[in-house]
C-alpha cells in the first residue's frame, strides 16, 4: 500500500526538484523527506529521479507516479470538501504559454472562468513546461506547439500556425504581398533568447538559406517582441495568429516551417467533470 504521507512529499519534490525546498514547503526535516522519497521508490520498484549534472530530473516513472500523488491528493481534498460544502468543487489547472492565451484560447478560457461549477487555475508556462506540467499532473490539460506526440498524452490538434514579419508600415518590404528568407539580408531582428524552438528554427532556416543578419534584441514573449518592432528596434518574426498593434504590418513569410498547436491531457486519467468541459471548450473553439 502506498503511504499518503509519502505521497505528499513526493508531490512536493515532484514540484521543487529539490530536497531541501520540499522539506520546507511540507515542513519536514530534508532527511525525513528524502526517506520517504526512497520508501515510496522502493514500493512502486523503479527508480522516481535522477540527477543530470547539478540537476534533479524525473524519470518517467518519476512522472507518473507524481500525476498520480496530485489526483490522489487532490481526490481527497475534493472528498472532503464536497462534505463541507454539500457538493464538490475539483479544480482544473490549464497550461500554456503567453501567445496562445493572447491569440489561441482566450475563448475558451473566458468561458471556463466564468463556469462557476468550475475553478480554473492557470499557468503560464513554455512548450516544455506545459509538457512537463501535464505529464507529472500538475496541470490537467495543456495547450503547445507540438512537433511529435509524446507518449501517455492524449493529443488533439487545434490550429497550423505559420510565421509572419512584422514591418513598420512605411517598411519597404511591407508593400510585399509575401516575403522571401532571402528578403532579409543584412536585416537586424528581434528574436527569442538562444535556444528556444523559434529562435533555433530561424537559425537553421536563415543559414540554409545563405542569409546574413543580425540580433537587434534578445526578448522572451510576443507582445514584447511586437512592441519593439514597433518602436523601431529591428524587424521581427511571429506567429501569424498575434494580432498587430496600429502602425505594424505583417507579410507571410515562406522558408520557415509551421507549427501544430494542441491541446494535451494525460491518457490514463479521467475526463470528467470541470476537466471534461474544459478541454471540449478548447476544441470548440480551435474548430471556430
Excluded at 518519476?62 to 472528498?79: D, H, I, K, N, W
Excluded at 511529435?148 to 508593400?175: D, F, I, Y
Excluded at 537553421?204 to 540580433?215: M, Q, T, Y
Excluded at 510576443?222 to 504590418?249: E, Q, Y
Aim: glycine residues 10%; contains cysteine; charged residues 25%.
Amino acid at each position: 500500500m502506498l503511504e499518503t504521507s509519502w505521497l505528499y512529499a513526493f508531490a512536493a519534490f515532484a514540484e521543487h526538484k529539490n530536497f531541501t525546498h520540499a522539506a520546507r514547503a511540507v515542513g519536514l526535516s530534508q532527511p525525513a523527506l528524502h526517506a520517504q522519497v526512497q520508501k515510496l521508490a522502493e514500493v512502486v520498484g523503479t527508480p522516481l529521479y535522477r540527477r543530470v549534472g547539478r540537476a534533479l530530473v524525473l524519470t518517467d516513472g518519476g512522472e507518473r507516479v507524481a500525476a498520480y500523488a496530485r489526483r490522489t491528493l487532490s481526490q481527497q481534498v475534493e472528498f472532503v470538501e464536497g462534505l463541507r460544502a454539500g457538493r464538490p468543487r475539483a479544480r482544473v489547472v490549464l497550461s500554456a504559454g503567453e501567445g496562445a492565451y493572447l491569440y489561441l484560447i482566450g475563448e475558451a478560457v473566458q468561458r471556463s472562468v466564468r463556469d462557476a461549477r468550475t475553478p480554473l487555475s492557470l499557468l503560464v508556462r513554455d512548450a516544455a513546461g506545459t509538457l512537463a506540467a501535464v505529464r507529472t499532473g500538475e496541470a490537467h490539460v495543456g495547450v503547445l506547439p507540438l512537433e511529435t506526440r509524446p507518449p501517455r498524452l492524449v493529443v488533439e490538434p487545434l490550429a497550423v500556425v505559420g510565421q509572419m514579419l512584422v514591418v513598420p508600415e512605411g517598411h519597404p518590404l511591407a508593400s510585399k504581398e509575401r516575403v522571401e528568407l532571402t528578403d532579409l539580408e543584412g536585416a537586424a531582428l528581434v528574436v527569442p533568447p538562444e535556444g528556444q524552438p523559434q529562435r533555433v528554427a530561424l537559425d537553421e532556416s536563415l543559414r540554409a538559406a545563405g542569409v546574413r543578419w543580425d540580433v537587434a534584441v534578445e526578448v522572451r514573449g510576443w507582445p514584447l517582441t511586437l512592441r519593439l518592432a514597433r518602436l523601431g528596434a529591428g524587424l521581427a518574426i511571429v506567429n501569424d495568429f498575434c494580432r498587430l498593434p496600429p502602425g505594424l504590418v505583417g507579410r507571410p513569410i515562406d522558408g520557415l516551417p509551421s507549427q501544430t498547436y494542441a491541446a494535451i491531457r494525460l491518457a490514463d486519467a479521467p475526463l470528467e467533470g470541470g476537466t471534461e468541459r474544459v478541454w471540449r471548450r478548447l476544441l470548440s473553439a480551435a474548430r471556430r
